[in-house]
C-alpha cells in the first residue's frame, strides 16, 4: 500500500465534502418533487378553489379548500421548491468542477462503469437493496484511508451485489415504480447489459464485465428460486453460503472516484467483516488456489489498513464471525467452482444450476 499524493488527498477531502452536501440537496429536492396548484371549484361552486398537490408521477392529492391555512402550505412549498433547485443546481456545478479536479490530479482509479451503476442505483432509489461485497469493496476502504492498494490485489472485470431479500417487497415496489427490470436499470448505464443463460444472477456487457447479484441461503418464509421482477429476462438471485454474515455486518460507507473523475457513494460492509470472511474463503479447500491467494492478501491488506489509518473502527460492533460450513456442503463435484447455488428458472429444470462464491 502506499499514501496518496498530499495535494490529491486535500482534493479528495474537498470533493467529497461538495459530493455529500448535494446528497443532503437531492433528499431535500426530493421532498418538493412535483407542484401545488388551486383547482377550481364545481359547477355548484364556481368561485371555490381547492389546493392539490401534485407528484412526478402524476398523482394528485387534495390538500383542502381555499383558506389562510393553505395558502401558506403553498406559499412555503413554492419557497421551499425555490431554494431546494437554487443549491442543487449550485452543487451539480460545484460536483462538476470538483469532478474536473479529480481527473487531473488522478485521485481515482474505479473504473467509470462501476461508478455509474452506483450512481444509477441511488437515482432510482434502490441502493438500500444492495450492499457491494468482493473485490470492489476494497476501493471503499482505500478511499477512507487515503491509500492506494497494489493494483494485483484488486483486478477485477465484475461487481459483486448482495441484495437483501428481507426487503424484496419494498424492492419489488420500487420496480414497479420504476416500471422496469433490475437488468432494465443496469441498461441505462450501459444497453449491452445481457443476462448469461448459463448463470442467470450475472449480466454481462460487450466488454465482458459482469454485475453478479446474490442472496442469503433461503430461510423460513424465503421463496426460493426468486426472480428480481416479472420480467422473464431478468436476475435470478443466486444463494450464497454464509452470505448472511454479509447482510449482518455492519455497514460501511465511502464515496469513491473513478479514473475519469465521477464519483459514487459504495455501500459495503464493515472492513474488519471483510477481511473476516476472506480469511474464511482462502481456507476453503475447494476453493481455486489463485483465488485463495488473493483472498488473503486481501484480508491481510484490509486488516492492516484498519489498524493504521482507520483505527477507530476497531472499536464497537465489526460483525458476525464465519460459521464453517458443513462437510456435505462441500462434497461432489458441481461445488468446485463456488459455494453458492444459482437459481435458473423453473421452466428450465435441464439447465445445471450455476455454483456461486460469495465476495469472490
Known sequence: MEALPHVAQRQYIDAVSAFSAREEAWREAEQVRGGMYWHKGPASNPDAQYLVRTTATGGETGLG?????????????????????????GLDARVAEHERMNKALRVGRVDPLVVNILNRLAATKLTEHFRVVGTHAVYAYEAEAGLRVIP??????????????????????????????????????DPTFRIRQSQKYTAVNKDGFEVDIIRRQAVDGDAQPIRLSGDEDDFWAAQAINAHVLLDSPPFSSVIVASNGKMARMNTIHPLAFARFKR????LA??????????????????????????????GDTGPEVPP????????????????????PPKAPTRRASRRQAGR
Not at 290 to 307: C, S, Y
Open 65 to 89: 379548500a381555499r383558506s389562510a391555512d393553505t395558502e401558506a402550505i403553498h406559499h412555503s412549498f413554492q419557497r421551499r421548491k425555490r431554494e431546494a433547485e437554487v443549491r442543487l443546481a
Open 152 to 189: 494485483g490485489a484488486i483486478a477485477t472485470q465484475d461487481i459483486d451485489l448482495i441484495w437483501d431479500v428481507r426487503k424484496r417487497v419494498h424492492f419489488a415496489t420500487q420496480l414497479k415504480r420504476l416500471d422496469s427490470s433490475m437488468l432494465g436499470v443496469l441498461k441505462k448505464v
Open 280 to 283: 474464511w474463503m482462502s481456507a
Open 286 to 315: 475447494n476453493r481455486d488456489p489463485k483465488k485463495k491467494q488473493r483472498d488473503r492478501l486481501q484480508a491481510e491488506i484490509v486488516a492492516e489498513m484498519v489498524a493504521t489509518h482507520l483505527p477507530h473502527l476497531r472499536a
Open 325 to 344: 460450513i458443513p462437510a456435505e456442503q462441500l462434497l461432489g463435484p458441481a461445488v468446485s467452482t463456488g459455494l453458492a447455488e444459482g437459481a435458473p
